[in-house]
């Protein structure tokens, strides 16, 4: 995210110009002066905590419209967390999206409980990128997590780029994603988002 204030310290005719994101804690305070008032410092440590949090609800899944016809639908799938991110354009057969609903439905039924949905065909001879995901529970309190194993389209290359991320996430947020999922195949518009959370 674009930082949207900054504050500058001026210290002996030297000017440090700080720009720093404040969408959570709002504008920064204090601008140090020379004379007898005395200085006020910016909370970095809060400041810096803010952009964490905002970084974290940013972390997810993206499914957008792109195409389709008789036969198939092309979509973007992103996944990111706050450290990565891939992107490939992939070509999903007719009621692709609704298979993959259809797998991902409840999940999870218990700690135990794994599900994959792959979107796409990997490899040099197929159009498009591909995507991989498998869900999964990452712990013995059943904290659900994925892990998106992308690759690009080859485009006459001897190697694509690929990323494996991995994104953990509410089941609630699942059910909301799934819904959306469903429209993007069905009115062939808009994009599906899964708010997640850092692994």
Request: charged share 25%; glycine share 8%.
């Amino acid at each position: 995210m674009r930082p949207e204030t900054a504050g500058c310290f001026r210290t002996n005719s030297r000017t440090e110009s700080r720009c720093l994101q404040s969408l959570v804690l709002g504008e920064l305070s204090g601008f140090a002066s020379t004379t007898s008032r005395t200085r006020s410092k910016p909370r970095f440590r809060e400041l810096r905590r803010a952009s964490i949090t905002i970084d974290f609800m940013n972390a997810g899944l993206k499914v957008t419209y792109l195409y389709h016809d008789l036969d198939l639908i092309e979509v973007r799938i992103t996944a990111e967390n706050t450290a990565f991110r891939g992107s490939a354009d992939v070509y999903v057969g007719t009621d692709g999206l609704l298979e993959a609903t259809a797998v991902l439905e409840g999940f999870p039924k218990d700690r135990r409980d794994t599900r994959q949905v792959a979107f796409g065909v990997a490899g040099p001879n197929s159009a498009g990128g591909s995507v991989r995901l498998n869900f999964y529970c990452k712990d013995g309190a059943a904290h659900t997590a994925f892990r998106a194993e992308i690759e690009e389209e080859y485009r006459g290359q001897e190697r694509a780029q690929c990323a494996t991320i991995f994104v953990g996430f509410e089941p609630a947020a699942l059910d909301r994603f799934l819904v959306e999922l469903r429209k993007v195949e069905m009115q062939h518009l808009g994009t599906a988002v899964l708010i997640t959370q850092a692994i």
